[in-house]
Nanobody, 128 residues
Framework: QLQLVESGGGLVQPGGSLRLSCAAS????????IAWFRQAPGKEREGVSC????????NYATSVQGRFTISRDNAKNTVALQMNSLEPEDTAIYYC?????????????????????WGQGTQVTVSS
């Protein structure tokens, strides 16, 4: 079965850190650009970060710039999102998604319809 599986979510206090992981099953990620999205209750899904196939290009939403870092390890078939200085506004379900429909040196974190695979999501709650 071809799927993405996220892990690493949980409850953390404001200012804390979490590291999310996205693992592929049934296919290899090395041909896919990856993005992290999140959706908070009552809000639309938004792109958080993305990374190109090569790993050389990354992009971040303004709200997480400087606090989140995306990385990939194609040998381990995983992508990670390191989240530091977490704020209550970061509370959401986080999803990873993979797409083949971008050139190797680009990434996107908009247009959810172009993504081929999605994970089931992992809950991140930032609260004291």
């Amino acid at each position: 079965q071809l799927q993405l599986v996220e892990s690493g979510g949980g409850l953390v206090q404001p200012g804390g850190s979490l590291r999310l992981s996205c693992a592929a099953s049934g296919f290899t990620l090395d041909a896919y650009a990856i993005a992290w999205f999140r959706q908070a209750p009552g809000k639309e899904r938004e792109g958080v970060s993305c990374i190109s196939v090569t790993g050389g290009i990354t992009n971040y939403a303004t709200s997480v710039q400087g606090r989140f870092t995306i990385s990939r390890d194609n040998a381990k078939n995983t992508v990670a999102l390191q989240m530091n200085s977490l704020e209550p506004e970061d509370t959401a379900i986080y999803y990873c998604a993979a797409t083949r429909w971008v050139v190797r040196t680009r990434c996107v974190m908009t247009t959810p319809s172009i993504f081929d695979y999605w994970g089931q999501g992992t809950q991140v709650t930032v609260s004291s």
